[in-house]
C-alpha cells in the first residue's frame, strides 16, 4: 500500500499582529553580529576594493520632533543645537577617518543615503555644513542616486530648495497616513495638510524622483481610511510608492503598552488584513498606470524612476555607513557602529571608529543574502547567482524553493525564479525557508 506524500507546508502564518521584526532587511540576522568581531571589519577597511564593487554613503541622522510609536530606529528628540553640531562633527570625522583607508581605492560615492530619524529636521545651515564636509572629503559628484528622507512637517520651501541644491535627486517622505487622527494616535508629528504643502512645494524645487510611504494597518485604520490613503497618494501622482506592513518591534512605545497591559496582540490590523491592504492599493496604482517592481513598490514610469540604494545593496555594493547605530558592509564584511549617542561621539573626539560589532558571512551566507533580498524584487536571475557565487542555485536551494513553489507562490520560467504576488505580499515570512538551520528563531533578521 502506497502511503501519499504530506502536503507541504508553510511557515506558521500568524493571523494577529504580535511583537516581533518580521521585516528581513539583511543576512545573517543582525544578533549573530558580535562585538569581537570588529577586528574583522577594521582588517576589510585596510583591504583595496574588490574590482567593480561600487560604493555607497549613508549617513544616520537621529532626531526627531517626536518618537513615533511603532519607530525601532535610534532617534533622539532632546538634543539642542549644540549636541546637534557634536554629532554632525563626529559625523565628518569618522567620514575623514573612513576616506583615509584603502577600501575606497579612488572610488567616489556612487549612491548616498540619508535617513533616520528625520534628515529634515536639520536647520538649512546645519544641512549645508553637513553635505559641504562630506563632499569635501568624499565627493559625490558623480552618484547616481542621493536619497533624503523627509517628514513632511519639518519642511519649507527654503528648505526643500536648499535640500535640491545639495544635490538630492531622490525624496522620500514619510507620509505614512493622511488623517490627522491616525497620524497622532500613532505618535507621528506631522498632520496632513503639512503633507499637501510639502508635496507640493517639493514638486516646485524640482526632485528627479519623489517617493511616499505609506503604512498599511496603523492603530485605528479602517477599511474606508486605507481606500481614502490610496485615492489621496494617487492624486498626487509621485513618482514612486512604497507601501509597509505595520509591525511591532520590541524596543518601540507600542510594545512596552502591550506589556504593561499584558496584551499579546498589537492593537493594529491583522496580517491578512494588511496584505490585502497593501494588494488593494497595488491593483488601484497599477490601473493609474503604475507598475509594481518589488514587495513594497511601485513605481509610475519604471524607465525613468529606480531605486538605487536598494538594488546595489542587495547585489552586494559596499555601504560605507556613518552615525550612531547605523549598519554598514565593506568589502564582504558587515558592520554597526556604537548605538548610543554619547560613546559614538566619545570614540570619534579621541580618533577612533565608532564601530561595536561585526560579522563576516560565508561564501554561502552571502549567496543567500543576496538571494532572498533580490526576491523580494519578484524574480531573480539563476545564470546571476551561478557566475558570482559558482554555485548552482537551483541544487543549492533545491528544497525551498520547491517548498515554496508547492505552495502556489514561486514559478521558474528558464532561468528566472519568480515570486507571485500573493508570496510578495508575504514574503518576508517566506524568506526564512532559506536560512540556514542557526538562523531560523532569530526574531530580528
Known amino acids: 500500500m502506497s502511503i501519499a506524500a504530506p502536503?507541504?507546508?508553510?511557515?506558521?502564518?500568524?493571523?494577529?499582529?504580535?511583537?516581533?521584526?518580521?521585516?528581513?532587511?539583511n543576512y545573517p540576522p543582525f544578533s549573530f553580529w558580535k562585538t569581537d568581531r570588529v577586528p574583522e571589519a577594521t582588517a576589510a577597511m585596510q583591504r583595496a576594493p574588490e574590482a567593480g564593487t561600487p560604493l555607497g554613503v549613508y549617513l544616520h541622522i537621529p532626531f526627531c520632533r517626536k518618537r513615533c510609536h511603532f519607530c525601532y530606529f535610534r532617534v533622539y528628540t532632546d538634543k539642542n543645537a549644540a549636541a546637534i553640531k557634536s554629532y554632525l562633527d563626529a559625523a565628518l570625522s569618522e567620514l575623514s577617518l573612513y576616506a583615509a583607508q584603502p577600501f575606497i581605492g579612488g572610488r567616489r560615492a556612487n549612491f548616498v543615503y540619508f535617513g533616520g530619524g528625520t534628515p529634515s529636521y536639520l536647520s538649512v545651515e546645519q544641512l549645508r555644513y553637513l553635505t559641504d564636509g562630506m563632499?569635501?572629503?568624499?565627493?559625490?559628484?558623480?552618484?547616481?542616486?542621493?536619497?533624503?528622507?523627509?517628514e513632511p512637517g519639518t519642511l519649507t520651501e527654503a528648505k526643500l530648495h536648499a535640500i535640491r541644491d545639495m544635490g538630492v535627486t531622490r525624496l522620500s517622505l514619510g507620509?505614512?497616513?493622511?488623517?490627522?487622527?491616525?497620524?497622532?494616535?500613532?505618535?507621528?508629528?506631522h498632520h496632513g495638510q503639512e503633507i499637501d504643502r510639502a508635496y507640493a512645494a517639493a514638486r516646485a524645487a524640482g526632485f528627479p524622483q519623489i517617493n511616499i510611504d505609506l503604512i498599511a494597518g496603523m492603530v485605528e485604520e479602517t477599511e474606508d481610511n486605507w481606500r481614502q490613503c490610496v485615492a489621496k497618494t494617487l492624486a498626487l501622482a509621485p513618482d514612486s510608492v512604497t507601501?509597509?506592513?505595520?509591525?511591532?518591534?520590541?524596543?518601540?512605545?507600542?510594545?512596552?503598552?502591550?506589556?504593561?497591559?499584558?496584551?499579546?496582540?498589537?492593537?493594529?490590523?491583522?496580517w491578512e488584513t494588511k496584505r490585502r491592504w497593501v494588494q488593494e492599493a497595488f491593483a488601484e496604482l497599477e490601473k493609474a498606470g503604475y507598475t509594481v517592481g518589488s514587495a513594497y513598490t511601485a513605481v509610475r514610469d519604471k524607465a525613468r524612476t529606480r531605486f538605487v540604494y536598494r538594488d546595489k545593496l542587495w547585489a552586494g555594493a559596499d555601504l560605507l555607513s556613518l552615525?550612531?547605530?547605523?549598519?554598514?558592509?565593506?568589502?564582504?564584511?558587515?558592520y554597526q557602529n556604537h548605538h548610543d549617542f554619547d560613546p559614538y561621539i566619545e570614540r570619534l573626539n579621541k580618533g577612533e571608529l565608532p564601530i561595536?560589532?561585526?560579522?563576516?558571512?560565508s561564501a554561502d551566507e552571502r549567496l543567500i543574502r543576496e538571494f532572498i533580498l533580490q526576491l523580494k524584487l519578484g524574480a531573480v536571475s539563476l545564470r546571476y547567482f551561478a557566475e558570482k557565487f559558482n554555485?548552482?542555485?537551483?541544487?543549492?536551494?533545491?528544497?525551498?524553493?520547491?517548498?515554496?513553489?508547492?505552495?502556489?507562490?514561486l514559478s521558474m520560467d528558464g532561468d528566472t525564479v519568480r515570486i507571485n504576488r500573493e508570496g510578495l505580499l508575504q514574503v518576508d515570512r517566506l524568506l526564512h525557508e532559506f536560512f540556514l538551520p542557526e538562523h531560523r528563531n532569530a526574531r530580528y533578521a
Not at 14 to 20: F, H, L, N, V
Open 7 to 25: 502536503a507541504p507546508t508553510a511557515p506558521p502564518l500568524e493571523t494577529q499582529t504580535t511583537a516581533g521584526n518580521y521585516f528581513v532587511s
Open 135 to 150: 563632499k569635501a572629503r568624499l565627493s559625490w559628484e558623480d552618484a547616481e542616486e542621493v536619497t533624503f528622507e523627509c
Open 175 to 189: 507620509v505614512e497616513n493622511f488623517d490627522d487622527h491616525i497620524l497622532e494616535i500613532n505618535g507621528r508629528a
Open 243 to 270: 507601501i509597509y506592513q505595520m509591525e511591532v518591534p520590541y524596543n518601540t512605545t507600542l510594545y512596552r503598552r502591550m506589556k504593561e497591559e499584558g496584551k499579546l496582540a498589537a492593537p493594529v490590523a491583522d
Open 323 to 334: 552615525g550612531v547605530a547605523s549598519f554598514g558592509h565593506i568589502g564582504g564584511v558587515h
Open 356 to 361: 561595536y560589532r561585526a560579522l563576516t558571512p
Open 391 to 409: 554555485v548552482d542555485p537551483r541544487a543549492r536551494f533545491a528544497e525551498p524553493l520547491d517548498r515554496i513553489r508547492q505552495l502556489g507562490h
